[in-house]
């Protein structure tokens, strides 16, 4: 199984990319940003609970998130390699995910990592802001506090899979076709 962790700060193009990746390597994506997002916009219990961390530029809660990851793994059974875009985003997250895998005789074949300096993010969050209707795109200081919780909680997810050699840093500035591209030959050489 291709199982492939898109990884970087907000807003450095991981839901962009992986639209493409999928098609390419024809696996499953999932995002967890997604899943919180379509259970909000159903005010289901999970998603009222997300919302109160989401709005502010806060993490969900691991309990939640690894929970709700695992139902989304086990729904789709027979797939030949899954994309995990925004997940992990804490060391526990990634323990909990490897732990997983082995239980199903499978692991993480790379992180790809989108390298993206903090004005860019800025700005392109704040430019989507515009039109998402996303609460945590439309303020800035949501936005830079989601870029300190990153640096704080999620960028030593990068070290942890380093240590098996299995962390690549792209660089995430430039056209999209450039940044697939970069992508894409990573990930073979992982493979
Ligand atoms: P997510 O939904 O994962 O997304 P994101 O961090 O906002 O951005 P992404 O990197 O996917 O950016 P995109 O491609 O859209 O997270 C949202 C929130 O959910 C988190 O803050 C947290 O609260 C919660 N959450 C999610 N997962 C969690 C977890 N595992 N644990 C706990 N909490 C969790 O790109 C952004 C913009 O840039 C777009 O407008 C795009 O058009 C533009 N763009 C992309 N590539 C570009 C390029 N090359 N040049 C110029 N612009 C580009």
């Given amino acids: 199984?291709?199982?492939?962790?898109?990884?970087?700060?907000?807003?450095?193009?991981?839901?962009?990319?992986?639209?493409?990746?999928i098609e390419k390597y024809g696996i499953l994506h999932i995002s967890t940003g997604d899943l919180f997002r379509y259970e909000m916009g159903n005010n289901t219990p999970l998603g009222i609970k997300a919302?109160?961390?989401?709005?502010?530029?806060?993490?969900?809660?691991?309990?939640?998130?690894?929970?709700?990851?695992?139902?989304?793994?086990?729904?789709?059974?027979?797939?030949?390699?899954?994309?995990?875009?925004?997940?992990?985003?804490?060391?526990?997250?990634?323990?909990?995910?490897d732990a997983f895998l082995q239980e199903k005789n499978t692991e993480v074949t790379a992180l790809v990592a989108l390298d993206v300096p903090d004005e860019e993010l800025v700005k392109r969050l704040l430019n989507r802001g515009k039109?998402?209707?996303?609460a945590d795109d439309n303020d800035e200081e949501i936005i830079r506090n989601r870029i300190s919780i990153y640096k704080s909680e999620t960028a030593q997810v990068f070290d942890y899979y380093a240590q098996n050699g299995k962390s690549k840093l792209i660089p995430g500035v430039g056209s999209i076709e450039e940044i697939f591209d970069r992508l894409v030959a990573a990930i073979d050489e992982a493979c």
């Fill in 51 to 97: 919302k109160e961390y989401m709005a502010k530029g806060e993490l969900v809660p691991d309990e939640v998130t690894i929970g709700m990851l695992k139902n989304k793994v086990d729904a789709n059974p027979d797939v030949s390699g899954i994309i995990f875009d925004g997940f992990p985003r804490t060391i526990p997250q990634a323990e909990a995910l």
């Fill in 1 to 21: 199984m291709l199982n492939l962790i898109l990884f970087g700060p907000p807003g450095s193009g991981k839901g962009t990319q992986a639209e493409n990746l």
């Fill in 131 to 134: 039109s998402s209707g996303r």
